[in-house]
């Protein structure tokens, strides 16, 4: 019986999280949980799971980030979206817990400061994004494999070949119509523009010490594929399956082995097309941008990111274009000197310091 610490309990990740539990209750028992605020949602998995603790962080942020330590725990689960789950995952590895991570900024934001730690602390950190976790398929779970190239794949989103002025016109309801995955409206977003797979290349080089050059990126419009290995004979292997998150978050609970899930399996009883094609960068200017502050690492990648959750807020809340998006994020990251990463108070001050220069540009867009 694995023990499980939730963190991100009602969002798109954790309800994926509790039906794997509800497949599976003599493999699995939540034993703590936490959710971002008070909701008829939460109150309805307290009592279905009845975790031993429980916390709402947004009235009691010191009560919810015990969850990410707390003992009893076998595997901390982090599904908390954005920024604010990075500090529940630094509590989870100085206290040891492996940490199964759906949230990406822990590894955007906290690079090799977070991988230093877990590293000190013996801490496995097992992918959850559908990418990475076809990567450590691949791997046969091993990071330590050796490879020659990771390759990423990314579905496009739904404006490949849009031109700008019709990514001018953009509403908030067609970018949340991801053409391939369900998510929450951040990732999504995220998704259209493809800094969410800029984020992903970033990840990998942490998740599989890969350097850049050995990282790339293909355009795979039906997202069958959801990533590759190419070794160094020239053997390249491939994850497949369909794009429902229920098969990668359960795996990071039940890996090596495989159990089942309440995801459809892709069906050969018909005709199946598997198309790769080459990504046309200039569409994506937020995928690039994310490349070079991964590359220049440090505390880049945390301001990147706080530009990136304040721009698709305004955004979503009808403040500014879709386009307005990426013009907010290259405006604070013209203005961002690098430093050295040394901890997570630091990337609290890049954080903060980056957010309010979004606001400050976005204010004036939309005056």
């Known amino acids: 019986m694995k023990k499980i610490a939730l963190l991100g309990s009602t969002g798109s990740i954790g309800v994926q999280v509790l039906n794997a539990v509800r497949q599976h209750p003599n493999s699995f028992k939540v034993v703590a949980m936490a959710a971002y605020s ?14 031993k603790l429980h916390a709402v962080a947004s009235k009691n942020k010191d009560a919810a980030l015990a969850i990410a330590d707390y003992e009893d725990a076998d595997i901390v689960f982090n599904a908390v979206s954005g920024f604010a789950g990075v500090e529940y995952s630094v509590r989870a590895i100085k206290a040891g817990k492996n940490l199964a991570l759906a949230n990406k900024e822990t590894l955007v934001c906290g690079g090799e400061y977070v991988t230093r730690l877990a590293k000190a602390n013996g801490v496995e950190i097992i992918p959850v994004d559908s990418e990475h976790s076809a990567i450590w398929q691949c791997l046969n779970f091993d990071k330590t494999t050796s490879f020659k190239k990771l390759v990423i794949t990314a579905s496009g989103g739904p404006f490949r ?25 951040k990732v999504t977003v995220d998704s259209a523009t493809l800094l969410n797979k800029g984020y992903e290349v970033i990840e990998a080089h942490e998740l599989y010490n890969a350097p850049y050059s050995k990282i790339e990126t293909v355009i795979q419009p039906t997202s069958v594929v959801h990533s590759l290995v190419e070794f160094a004979d020239g053997a390249v292997m491939a994850q497949m399956g369909t794009p429902d998150m229920q098969i990668p978050v359960q795996l990071a609970l039940t890996y090596p082995k495989h159990m089942s899930t309440t995801a459809q399996p892709l069906s050969f009883k018909k005709a199946l097309s598997v198309e790769f094609i080459p990504m046309n960068r200039k569409q994506y200017p937020l995928f690039d941008l994310a490349l070079n502050c991964g590359k220049e690492g440090g505390t880049l990648p945390c301001a990147l990111n706080a530009a990136d959750e304040v721009a698709v807020k305004a955004f979503l809340d009808g403040k500014i274009k879709f386009t307005d998006i990426c013009a907010t994020v290259e405006h604070v990251m013209s203005s961002t000197v690098r430093d050295e990463l040394v901890s997570y108070k630091q990337l609290e001050e890049v954080d903060r310091n980056a957010r309010w220069k979004a606001q400050k540009f976005i204010y004036k867009l939309s005056k």
């Open 38 to 51: 008070e909701s008829k949602a939460f109150t309805q998995q307290i009592k279905e799971f009845s975790p």
């Open 161 to 185: 070949g849009y031109t700008q002025e019709q990514l001018e016109k953009v509403t908030p309801k067609q970018a949340l119509n991801h053409p391939t995955w369900k998510m929450g409206e």
